[in-house]
T-cell receptor, first 110, second 116 residues
Framework: AQRVTQPEKLLSVFKGAPVELKCNYS??????LFWYVQYSRQRLQLLLR??SRESIKGFTADLNKGETSFHLKKPFAQEEDSAMYYC????????????FGSGTQLTVLP | NAGVTQTPKFQVLKTGQSMTLQCAQD?????MYWYRQDPGMGLRLIYY???????DKGEVPNGYNVSRLNKREFSLRLESAAPSQTSVYFC???????????????FGAGSRLTVL
């Protein structure tokens, strides 16, 4: 069975500090990993996905198959980064559904 | 371009009452999903429809039924609401064809349901 673990329910950092949101997964096949974000009073939306290897709003995430992790990082947090972040796992190929982690509420303090 | 539209946004029910959450998408997506969001538990899949005419159970289907009315619409019905079904419900859709962007979901704004 596939599972996504986000060990931190709440995370607070000061503006300008580095931030890392942890995500670990368990899946025996070839995974597809995503980070979704939900800003206050906004819809859940895709932040980034591992196959794109892109940086969005200064965030990056690298898939580490050896450690089965997909941690989200940003070197200098901004107050507008405060949001709920969800890590999600999809099976590769003809996947039909995503499994979400329990989410991490990030608060960036001034 | 509305994307994914859910109605109602808020609803209060008494235990035992029934109701239907409506979802419609205008992006010509093939697959549609219903998730519930609970504090500390993230999003859990209730039901999904990989394509028009098909529906499948997700992680937490008990107490719910769904209908894929056509390609645009996917409704979620609570036949006899229970307090445990108090939650925020999200509808989502995806293209569902090909690999590129295959698992990128577009979400609705959510429906907050309270069962007393």
């Amino acid at each position: 069975a596939q599972r996504v673990t986000q060990p931190e329910k709440l995370l607070s950092v000061f503006k300008g500090a580095p931030v890392e949101l942890k995500c670990n997964y368990s899946y025996s096949g070839s995974p597809e990993l995503f980070w979704y974000v939900q800003y206050s009073r906004q819809r859940l939306q895709l932040l980034l996905r591992h196959i794109s290897r892109e940086s969005i709003k200064g965030f990056t995430a690298d898939l580490n198959k050896g450690e089965t992790s997909f941690h989200l990082k940003k070197p200098f947090a901004q107050e507008e980064d405060s949001a709920m972040y969800y890590c999600a796992l999809g099976r590769g190929g003809s996947a039909r559904q995503l499994t979400f982690g329990s989410g991490t509420q990030l608060t960036v303090l001034p | 371009n509305a994307g994914v539209t859910q109605t109602p946004k808020f609803q209060v029910l008494k235990t035992g009452q029934s109701m239907t959450l409506q979802c419609a998408q205008d992006m010509n997506h093939n697959s549609m999903y219903w998730y519930r969001q609970d504090p500390g538990m993230g999003l859990r899949l209730i039901y999904y429809s990989a394509s028009e005419g098909t529906t499948d159970k997700g992680e937490v289907p008990n107490g719910y039924n769904v209908s894929r009315l056509n390609k645009r619409e996917f409704s979620l019905r609570l036949e006899s609401a229970a307090p445990s079904q108090t939650s925020v419900y999200f509808c989502a859709s995806r293209v569902g064809q090909g690999y590129s962007g295959a698992n990128v979901l577009t979400f609705g704004a959510g429906s907050r349901l309270t069962v007393l």
